[in-house]
């Protein structure tokens, strides 16, 4: 809903505004010390908070406010008295003519009634404010109220520290500037004020349980029912009637508004931004994927699994609202990196999330580990991150490259071969994927006869290698290819008259549902090993497909999936930390203790590795009445990564 | 031996390939001295308007012919609202960035259109199979491909050798101020070159497609090979795009085959060589003379 | 006797290459039929206006009519097409064409009686052997008369030739000297720009002698003869 500040509008704009509305809300603070933690304008602060916070539940209710300047310097009179330093004080009189003189130029604009929001509690101050107002509202140049939260009725709603006359600087005055401060300010690094903040966090908490139905109370007034009956739409009637009531608020009126703007609002907003749902600043997620070039559908499926599970929860976590910042990761690892910094250092990401590359994944990484930021790594299996290059600052909720290819190894043995060949992208993924294959086929007693090491990221012409795969002769082909090359390798290999003649054997990327359908008849019989499947049939996987298919009109695949399970864990994680994510460590520390059953099956994070443990499944390309898919042949059972190279 | 010989037969088709896709460019730049940094868009797009072909009609053989058409269509329109502002202007950095800014678009539309996933065409039934060459299955759409590459390259050796407009074409390669001066519109063959140069782009996605799928990021594989090929050739030559292509293929086939770990960098190696041995490229005219 | 019908009228034309003004204003007529000769010393703008005529070089300010056509500013191929045939200065053979190709490559035919490739070949007899040759590889007199036969093969009815004679062998320029009254007699209307004095005033029915981007004598090849001055300051005789 639009505020109308007027300090940030044309005149033209309130112009315009002066004809809807006559309310005006001046919030008055002062510039005064406020303790080792707090800035000088921490009246200033509240009291734009309140003002603001009013014309939100006004507006709510269709009734326009313009919220002036705040007063910034007021009377106070404990500067004389005490020393506090860069204290600036005005005389009474002043003041009272500043509040006079206010009223009588904002009457003149059209806005005759008139609500002083003062938070520079002192008397002496709050004396010199009333009696500039009774003067305008004496001469009848303007309506002018100056609601006192210091009245029981009022103060009736705050807190206990409140109502013993502590105000100052205490953890009251401190909730209320953090509620309306919480992004981009440092101060609350210092001991004491987390401590208050902690505090008035949780007396926040205790009191919005027995204020929260009072508050409702004072807003609804005498007409009980209408929040629930008025429309919001702008051509219902009754707005446009509302509209032309305006200028004639009645008294009652004009005092619930006043009443919203002393403390209802006040505690009303403070409460439900330390406490409750959906408070106004969003939680920034940065999101590093490719959405162009060759990784192109990678990003695309991540994003949209991830966006659906964001979705399923409303779109909040922790009590925040959750706002992707997307970048294209595309393919170089310089350019990625610059991207990855901008997302840190100029929107002010919380964490960062996505990466599809290794290359990248490893280009990053000091500088998540030395900025101390978090990533949560959504696709890139490098297993060095899980092992050398571990840093407790990247989190990964898709895989090692090592963990879908080690089950395979010993099983291709046993029920396929002895002698093998293994094709790989000649890049760092593909030697993980070789490795984990090698070390595990060779433990059972096979023998690889040659590692075929093709050019990454696209192989060009295929055919120089499927003749010497098929020269080789050997027992089976064990291969990792995804993307563009997946369906070129698995065509050639179709071509060449190969299939169903070398049983084909590789990581599950290889024959995944993003390359499937171009791969057509080549790809039969083809068996890997993922950690999903789309034809895994668990009550998870099948709503997850169903959801997904009705999305995006497309069949999942398993980066789809991850970025699914990716989405849960960032908000499982905010949902731990209330939404909190200033503190690294704290998020460091929620995340191992989020588990799921996801549509991969059980969903842990391993401590040590910082990775998934997760079922590894062997599937076999077969053809459905859609299609083609993996069938599930068998379920190798929990798979972890070791955590060293001592496995491949 | 004989595996030496399937490589040598799979380094032709690729050789073959790689003319086809780079014909085109080295027709437009031999005679109009444009770079056409659009070439490897144009395969692409080309490839996808094949796949949508085949999918809607289900005939690889219409597809062969409606892409280049309408390619060739596009290129038209660029050539003469946008390329044709730029003849006669030295530098080239104009029309590079004019036609990589082409080739941005024509890659960001295909992506609205045909979407990130990799696709594949399926060649045309009647080339399904293999053809037993000693051991070895060999694919006949391969063989198929290996003549269509040899044909072609017949058909234009012809058409620029042995008819009127072609040499015109070659009159205007060495002076197209001249031919104008002759009676002769060079401006409107400029056009229909530039055209037709496209059209063998888009014709070089769709007979491509079987071998290197189709998917965001192949126009740029395809442009560096293509400007490998012209370049080691020699720019803008017929004889140089045929020769160099079959000496890329075959490089890079055996490079592959026998020296993996080089592989990706051989057909460069290749090429430093050649630019070393002659800098104008194989068949070189205007790189040797400047 | 000269029918006067205007083939070329060129008036007050200003050509420039970017600021240099090189032509400052040039006017002169070829009629039908009329060999005429524009001379001066190197770099007077002689090729300049026979480039203008062409459309190589355009004018900015002035006309150029072909019969009654205005071509100021129209597309050489245009200009061409309407019958001016171009031997340009230095040839400008194709070198990758063979002969026939060069010969045949803008042959346009007429009704009657024009030039046809056997014609050619008739007036040409040392291209007849040499048909398949590359442009390249002949001499420069073949190559010269390889530009005029190329140029003839256009059918043209006003023929712009600049500089025939430039690095020909005397014999050879002889040999150019007899084409030229040959075509001179067959009724063709020559604009000829030369530096070979002997050459020209033995053909040109009219002459025009050049001098920094400006016409300073306009007369018959007997008037020029007979004007040391102008002999002398503008063509070093």
């Given at each position: 809903?639009?505020?109308?500040?007027?300090?940030?509008?044309?005149?033209?704009?309130?112009?315009?505004?002066?004809?809807?509305?006559?309310?005006?809300?001046?919030?008055?603070?002062?510039?005064?010390?406020?303790?080792?933690?707090?800035?000088?304008?921490?009246?200033?602060?509240?009291?734009?908070?309140?003002?603001?916070?009013?014309?939100?539940?006004?507006?709510?209710?269709?009734?326009?406010?313009?919220?002036?300047?705040?007063?910034?310097?007021?009377?106070?009179?404990?500067?004389?008295?005490?020393?506090?330093?860069?204290?600036?004080?005005?005389?009474?009189?002043?003041?009272?003519?500043?509040?006079?003189?206010?009223?009588?130029?904002?009457?003149?604009?059209?806005?005759?009634?008139?609500?002083?929001?003062?938070?520079?509690?002192?008397?002496?101050?709050?004396?010199?404010?009333?009696?500039?107002?009774?003067?305008?509202?004496?001469?009848?140049?303007?309506?002018?109220?100056?609601?006192?939260?210091?009245?029981?009725?009022?103060?009736?709603?705050?807190?206990?520290?409140?109502?013993?006359?502590?105000?100052?600087?205490?953890?009251?005055?401190?909730?209320?500037?953090?509620?309306?401060?919480?992004?981009?300010?440092?101060?609350?690094?210092?001991?004491?004020?987390?401590?208050?903040?902690?505090?008035?966090?949780?007396?926040?908490?205790?009191?919005?349980?027995?204020?929260?139905?009072?508050?409702?109370?004072?807003?609804?007034?005498?007409?009980?029912?209408?929040?629930?009956?008025?429309?919001?739409?702008?051509?219902?009637?009754?707005?446009?009637?509302?509209?032309?009531?305006?200028?004639?608020?009645?008294?009652?009126?004009?005092?619930?508004?006043?009443?919203?703007?002393?403390?209802?609002?006040?505690?009303?907003?403070?409460?439900?931004?330390?406490?409750?749902?959906?408070?106004?600043?969003?939680?920034?997620?940065?999101?590093?994927?490719?959405?162009?070039?060759?990784?192109?559908?990678?990003?695309?499926?991540?994003?949209?699994?991830?966006?659906?599970?964001?979705?399923?929860?409303?779109?909040?976590?922790?009590?925040?609202?959750?706002?992707?910042?997307?970048?294209?990761?595309?393919?170089?690892?310089?350019?990625?990196?610059?991207?990855?910094?901008?997302?840190?250092?100029?929107?002010?990401?919380?964490?960062?999330?996505?990466?599809?590359?290794?290359?990248?994944?490893?280009?990053?990484?000091?500088?998540?580990?030395?900025?101390?930021?978090?990533?949560?790594?959504?696709?890139?299996?490098?297993?060095?991150?899980?092992?050398?290059?571990?840093?407790?600052?990247?989190?990964?909720?898709?895989?090692?490259?090592?963990?879908?290819?080690?089950?395979?190894?010993?099983?291709?043995?046993?029920?396929?071969?002895?002698?093998?060949?293994?094709?790989?992208?000649?890049?760092?993924?593909?030697?993980?994927?070789?490795?984990?294959?090698?070390?595990?086929?060779?433990?059972?007693?096979?023998?690889?006869?040659?590692?075929?090491?093709?050019?990454?990221?696209?192989?060009?012409?295929?055919?120089?290698?499927?003749?010497?795969?098929?020269?080789?002769?050997?027992?089976?082909?064990?291969?990792?290819?995804?993307?563009?090359?997946?369906?070129?390798?698995?065509?050639?290999?179709?071509?060449?008259?190969?299939?169903?003649?070398?049983?084909?054997?590789?990581?599950?990327?290889?024959?995944?549902?993003?390359?499937?359908?171009?791969?057509?008849?080549?790809?039969?019989?083809?068996?890997?090993?993922?950690?999903?499947?789309?034809?895994?049939?668990?009550?998870?996987?099948?709503?997850?497909?169903?959801?997904?298919?009705?999305?995006?009109?497309?069949?999942?695949?398993?980066?789809?999936?991850?970025?699914?399970?990716?989405?849960?864990?960032?908000?499982?994680?905010?949902?731990?930390?209330?939404?909190?994510?200033?503190?690294?460590?704290?998020?460091?520390?929620?995340?191992?203790?989020?588990?799921?059953?996801?549509?991969?099956?059980?969903?842990?994070?391993?401590?040590?590795?910082?990775?998934?443990?997760?079922?590894?499944?062997?599937?076999?390309?077969?053809?459905?009445?859609?299609?083609?898919?993996?069938?599930?042949?068998?379920?190798?059972?929990?798979?972890?990564?070791?955590?060293?190279?001592?496995?491949? | 031996?004989?595996?030496?010989?399937?490589?040598?037969?799979?380094?032709?088709?690729?050789?073959?390939?790689?003319?086809?896709?780079?014909?085109?460019?080295?027709?437009?730049?031999?005679?109009?001295?444009?770079?056409?940094?659009?070439?490897?868009?144009?395969?692409?797009?080309?490839?996808?308007?094949?796949?949508?072909?085949?999918?809607?009609?289900?005939?690889?053989?219409?597809?062969?012919?409606?892409?280049?058409?309408?390619?060739?269509?596009?290129?038209?329109?660029?050539?003469?609202?946008?390329?044709?502002?730029?003849?006669?202007?030295?530098?080239?950095?104009?029309?590079?960035?004019?036609?990589?800014?082409?080739?941005?678009?024509?890659?960001?539309?295909?992506?609205?259109?045909?979407?990130?996933?990799?696709?594949?065409?399926?060649?045309?039934?009647?080339?399904?199979?293999?053809?037993?060459?000693?051991?070895?299955?060999?694919?006949?759409?391969?063989?198929?491909?290996?003549?269509?590459?040899?044909?072609?390259?017949?058909?234009?050796?012809?058409?620029?050798?042995?008819?009127?407009?072609?040499?015109?074409?070659?009159a205007g390669?060495s002076d197209a101020q001249m031919v104008s001066g002759l009676g002769i519109?060079i401006?409107?063959?400029?056009?229909?070159?530039?055209?037709?140069?496209?059209?063998?782009?888009?014709?070089?996605?769709?007979?491509?497609?079987?071998?290197?799928?189709?998917?965001?990021?192949?126009?740029?594989?395809?442009?560096?090979?293509?400007?490998?090929?012209?370049?080691?050739?020699?720019?803008?030559?017929?004889?140089?795009?045929?020769?160099?292509?079959?000496?890329?293929?075959?490089?890079?086939?055996?490079?592959?085959?026998?020296?993996?770990?080089?592989?990706?960098?051989?057909?460069?190696?290749?090429?430093?060589?050649?630019?070393?041995?002659?800098?104008?490229?194989?068949?070189?005219?205007?790189?040797?003379?400047? | 006797?000269?029918?006067?019908?205007?083939?070329l009228?060129?008036?007050?034309?200003?050509t420039?290459y970017?600021?240099?003004?090189v032509?400052?204003?040039?006017?002169?007529?070829?009629?039908?039929?009329?060999?005429?000769a524009l001379?001066?010393?190197n770099g007077?703008g002689k090729s300049t206006t026979i480039n203008s005529i062409v459309g190589f070089t355009p004018?900015?300010?002035?006309?150029?009519?072909?019969?009654?056509?205005?071509?100021?500013?129209?597309p050489s191929h245009?200009t061409a097409r309407?019958g001016v045939g171009l031997v340009p200065q230095g040839r400008r053979i194709f070198p990758?064409l063979?002969?026939?190709?060069n010969i045949?490559l803008a042959?346009?035919?007429?009704?009657?009686?024009?030039?046809?490739?056997?014609?050619?070949?008739?007036?040409?007899?040392?291209?007849?052997?040499?048909?398949?040759?590359?442009g390249s590889?002949l001499?420069g007199g073949e190559q010269q008369m390889l530009a005029i036969a190329r140029a003839l093969m256009t059918?043209p009815?006003l023929v712009l030739m600049d500089e025939p004679s430039e690095g020909l062998?005397?014999?050879?320029?002889?040999?150019i000297?007899?084409i030229l009254?040959?075509l001179?007699?067959?009724?063709l209307?020559v604009l000829l720009v030369e530096q070979n004095?002997?050459?020209a005033?033995?053909?040109?029915?009219?002459?025009?002698?050049?001098?920094?981007?400006?016409?300073?004598?306009?007369?018959?090849?007997?008037?020029?003869?007979?004007?040391?001055?102008?002999?002398?300051?503008?063509?070093?005789?």
């Amino acid at each position: 809903m639009p505020l109308y500040f007027l300090a940030d509008m044309t005149w033209v704009e309130v112009a315009a505004l002066a004809r809807q509305t006559n309310v005006a809300l001046v919030p008055t603070g002062a510039t005064e010390a406020h303790g080792p933690h707090l800035p000088l304008s921490t009246d200033v602060i509240i009291a734009l908070g309140a003002c603001r916070r009013a014309a939100e539940r006004l507006a709510a209710e269709n009734i326009l406010c313009a919220i002036t300047p705040p007063f910034s310097y007021a009377v106070t009179n404990f500067a004389r008295s005490v020393p506090f330093a860069r204290t600036i004080t005005i005389p009474a009189e002043t003041q009272s003519q500043l509040v006079y003189s206010v009223c009588e130029s904002l009457a003149a604009h059209g806005f005759n009634r008139i609500v002083f929001s003062n938070h520079h509690l002192e008397p002496a101050n709050f004396d010199a404010i009333k009696a500039g107002a009774r003067r305008a509202t004496d001469a009848g140049i303007a309506r002018v109220a100056v609601p006192d939260v210091r009245a029981p009725r009022w103060a009736s709603m705050l807190t206990e520290e409140f109502r013993a006359g502590s105000r100052h600087a205490g953890s009251y005055e401190t909730s209320l500037v953090m509620a309306d401060r919480a992004d981009g300010d440092d101060r609350d690094d210092s001991e004491g004020s987390a401590e208050c903040v902690t505090r008035s966090v949780w007396v926040c908490g205790f009191y919005s349980h027995t204020l929260i139905p009072s508050y409702a109370q004072t807003l609804k007034g005498g007409q009980p029912h209408e929040r629930k009956t008025d429309s919001p739409q702008p051509t219902n009637p009754r707005r446009r009637n509302r509209m032309n009531t305006l200028n004639g608020l009645t008294r009652r009126e004009f005092l619930k508004i006043a009443g919203l703007t002393a403390a209802g609002a006040t505690i009303g907003g403070s409460l439900l931004s330390a406490c409750a749902p959906a408070p106004a600043v969003p939680l920034k997620v940065g999101v590093l994927l490719p959405y162009t070039d060759i990784y192109a559908v990678l990003g695309e499926s991540i994003t949209a699994g991830m966006e659906m599970y964001f979705d399923e929860v409303g779109g909040t976590a922790g009590g925040r609202k959750i706002q992707l910042i997307k970048e294209d990761e595309g393919t170089a690892v310089d350019a990625a990196a610059q991207k990855a910094r901008k997302l840190v250092e100029q929107d002010e990401v919380a964490f960062v999330t996505g990466i599809v590359s290794s290359g990248v994944l490893a280009g990053v990484r000091d500088y998540f580990h030395n900025n101390k930021k978090l990533l949560i790594c959504s696709n890139a299996g490098a297993n060095s991150i899980s092992r050398a290059a571990k840093t407790p600052y990247i989190w990964r909720t898709s895989f090692t490259n090592w963990q879908p290819n080690w089950p395979m190894g010993a099983w291709a043995f046993k029920n396929v071969g002895k002698k093998a060949i293994i094709s790989v992208p000649d890049y760092g993924a593909g030697a993980d994927m070789a490795s984990a294959f090698k070390n595990s086929f060779e433990a059972a007693g096979g023998q690889v006869v040659s590692l075929q090491k093709t050019p990454f990221p696209n192989m060009g012409d295929p055919a120089p290698f499927i003749t010497e795969l098929k020269n080789a002769n050997p027992d089976l082909v064990y291969a990792f290819y995804s993307g563009g090359a997946a369906v070129t390798f698995v065509k050639a290999w179709g071509s060449f008259g190969l299939a169903g003649k070398i049983p084909l054997l590789g990581a599950g990327f290889m024959t995944e549902e993003d390359v499937l359908p171009a791969q057509g008849d080549a790809a039969l019989g083809a068996k890997t090993g993922l950690h999903w499947s789309l034809m895994l049939d668990t009550a998870e996987n099948n709503k997850f497909k169903d959801a997904y298919k009705k999305k995006t009109g497309k069949d999942a695949n398993v980066f789809a999936v991850t970025g699914y399970d990716t989405g849960r864990v960032i908000v499982e994680m905010l949902n731990k930390v209330q939404g909190d994510a200033s503190k690294v460590d704290k998020l460091i520390e929620a995340i191992p203790s989020v588990s799921f059953t996801g549509p991969r099956g059980p969903f842990t994070l391993d401590a040590k590795t910082q990775n998934p443990k997760q079922k590894v499944y062997l599937r076999e390309v077969a053809k459905y009445p859609d299609g083609l898919h993996n069938k599930v042949l068998q379920d190798f059972g929990e798979v972890v990564d070791p955590g060293d190279n001592s496995k491949g | 031996m004989e595996n030496f010989l399937i490589q040598l037969l799979n380094g032709f088709v690729s050789g073959m390939l790689l003319f086809i896709l780079a014909a085109g460019l080295s027709l437009i730049f031999g005679l109009m001295d444009v770079i056409a940094l659009t070439h490897g868009a144009f395969y692409l797009l080309g490839g996808y308007i094949g796949l949508t072909m085949v999918r809607a009609l289900d005939s690889f053989w219409l597809a062969l012919l409606v892409a280049p058409l309408v390619v060739g269509l596009l290129g038209l329109v660029i050539e003469n609202f946008f390329i044709r502002r730029l003849y006669g202007r030295a530098r080239h950095l104009d029309q590079v960035l004019l036609t990589f800014g082409m080739a941005l678009i024509t890659i960001d539309l295909t992506r609205a259109q045909w979407g990130a996933y990799v696709e594949s065409v399926s060649g045309p039934p009647q080339l399904a199979g293999q053809f037993r060459i000693f051991s070895v299955d060999f694919p006949i759409y391969r063989l198929a491909l290996l003549a269509f590459g040899l044909l072609l390259a017949l058909a234009l050796w012809l058409i620029i050798n042995r008819t009127r407009l072609g040499a015109i074409v070659r009159a205007g390669v060495s002076d197209a101020q001249m031919v104008s001066g002759l009676g002769i519109n060079i401006q409107s063959v400029f056009a229909g070159v530039f055209a037709f140069g496209c059209a063998l782009a888009g014709l070089a996605g769709v007979v491509g497609a079987p071998i290197l799928s189709l998917y965001p990021g192949l126009d740029s594989e395809i442009l560096i090979l293509a400007l490998v090929v012209v370049v080691v050739g020699g720019l803008g030559t017929l004889e140089g795009a045929f020769f160099g292509s079959l000496l890329i293929g075959l490089a890079d086939t055996f490079g592959k085959a026998f020296i993996p770990e080089f592989a990706r960098f051989l057909i460069f190696a290749v090429m430093a060589a050649v630019l070393l041995i002659r800098p104008g490229g194989l068949f070189g005219l205007k790189g040797a003379d400047s | 006797m000269l029918q006067f019908i205007p083939m070329l009228t060129v008036s007050e034309i200003h050509t420039y290459y970017g600021d240099s003004h090189v032509l400052q204003g040039i006017s002169l007529s070829v009629q039908r039929g009329e060999v005429v000769a524009l001379l001066g010393r190197n770099g007077v703008g002689k090729s300049t206006t026979i480039n203008s005529i062409v459309g190589f070089t355009p004018p900015r300010e002035g006309k150029i009519l072909l019969r009654d056509k205005d071509i100021t500013r129209a597309p050489s191929h245009v200009t061409a097409r309407l019958g001016v045939g171009l031997v340009p200065q230095g040839r400008r053979i194709f070198p990758t064409l063979s002969v026939r190709e060069n010969i045949t490559l803008a042959s346009r035919h007429t009704r009657n009686g024009g030039w046809t490739f056997v014609r050619i070949l008739e007036t040409f007899p040392p291209l007849a052997q040499r048909l398949n040759n590359l442009g390249s590889q002949l001499s420069g007199g073949e190559q010269q008369m390889l530009a005029i036969a190329r140029a003839l093969m256009t059918n043209p009815e006003l023929v712009l030739m600049d500089e025939p004679s430039e690095g020909l062998a005397p014999l050879i320029v002889v040999e150019i000297g007899r084409i030229l009254k040959a075509l001179r007699e067959k009724g063709l209307s020559v604009l000829l720009v030369e530096q070979n004095l002997s050459l020209a005033l033995g053909v040109a029915n009219r002459v025009y002698v050049m001098n920094k981007g400006a016409i300073v004598f306009a007369g018959t090849p007997e008037g020029l003869r007979a004007n040391p001055e102008i002999l002398h300051r503008y063509l070093g005789v």
